[in-house]
Every structure is written in structure tokens, then in C-alpha cells.
């Protein structure tokens, strides 16, 4: 069973998780947004230790350690943008395609915390209200384990629009 808690905030203001989201991109590149906040907050290790890892297909998630930042046992870094394409941003189903590889690798894991932010909001264009809408669904069907996510708003409005989705 999932969970869900909305905060409104930075995802590394969370204290303590097992696992936190990066949106990032086929390349593994640390560059804006949510990916710039783990370059800071992890400092430049973290990038060379994604940089083993590349290129990865739009879609695919892989998991690193979080380097210079002990409230956070894993990374977990999803290719939301694909740099491989003319026009790299992602469609609804790299999201859910996210989710369900996000999924396979905390079960084993389980029970687990992971911090989450709206992915493909930003740079990706994404429409706010469907990507939470698909997290909505996911994280509503049952499942065989527990995992707590957290699930940040950055601005206070994409909180708000969050808490009132979920509460629906």
C-alpha cells in the first residue's frame, strides 16, 4: 500500500527518506529545475557517479547514492527529457513508464520512504493537473507493499493543486 503525504516546498527539504526523485534526462545531465537542486544539495560526485550510467533510454531509472547528503540513501534518477530527440520532451506515458520502473526498484526495499516531485512540469511542458492525476492512479491501485511517498509542490499553487486532486 502506498502511502501519500503532499508538502509544499524544495524535495530536499524532507529530513529523512530512502529515496528521492530526479527528473532528469537520457543523458544523466544535472544541468536546471529539480536536477540543478541535486547538483547542489549532492554535490559534484553525483555527477560523475551518473555519468557511469550513460546514456540511458526516455523512460528508464537508474539509482545512485547521494553524495555529501546523508538524509537520502538513494537517488533515483528518471530520464523524464530524451537528448537523443529533435524534440525531447516527454509524453503522459514516459510518466507512467517512470512510475513503473520507479516502482520495481523500491519494492525490494519495501517498507521505504521516497520523496517526489511533479515530474515533466517544468522544462518538460507537461500539464500539472494530468501528471498528478497519473500519480494519482498509480499510487491509489493496491499493491504488496508499503512505501510512504511524499509528493512536493514547490510552489504553493502546484501544492494546493496537489492536496485538492489527492482529496478529491
Known amino acids: 500500500m502506498y502511502k501519500i503525504i503532499v508538502k509544499q516546498g524544495n524535495i530536499f527539504d524532507e529530513k529523512e527518506a530512502d529515496f528521492i526523485v530526479n527528473p532528469s534526462n537520457t543523458d544523466l545531465f544535472l544541468g536546471s529545475g529539480v536536477s540543478a537542486a541535486f547538483r547542489i544539495n549532492c554535490g559534484n560526485e553525483l555527477q560523475t ?3 557511469k550510467y550513460t546514456p540511458i533510454k526516455q ?13 537520502f540513501k538513494h537517488a533515483l534518477h528518471a530520464a523524464v527529457m530524451d537528448y537523443s530527440k529533435l524534440n525531447p520532451s516527454p509524453t503522459y ?5 517512470i512510475l513503473r520502473n520507479i516502482e520495481k526498484l523500491i519494492k525490494p526495499h519495501a517498507p521505504c520512504k521516497m520523496v517526489l516531485p511533479l515530474m515533466g512540469t517544468g522544462v518538460g511542458g507537461l500539464d500539472k493537473e494530468k501528471v498528478i492525476r497519473i500519480y494519482k492512479e498509480f499510487f491509489s491501485r ?9 509528493i512536493y509542490g514547490y510552489r504553493h ?12
Open 142 to 150: 493496491d499493491v504488496d507493499f508499503e512505501c510512504e511517498v511524499i
Open 93 to 97: 506515458d514516459t510518466i507512467k513508464t
Open 157 to 168: 499553487d502546484d501544492y494546493k493543486l496537489i492536496k485538492k486532486i489527492f482529496d478529491e
Open 59 to 71: 523512460g528508464e531509472v537508474i539509482v545512485t547514492s547521494c553524495p555529501k547528503n546523508p538524509n
Open 49 to 51: 557517479e551518473m555519468k
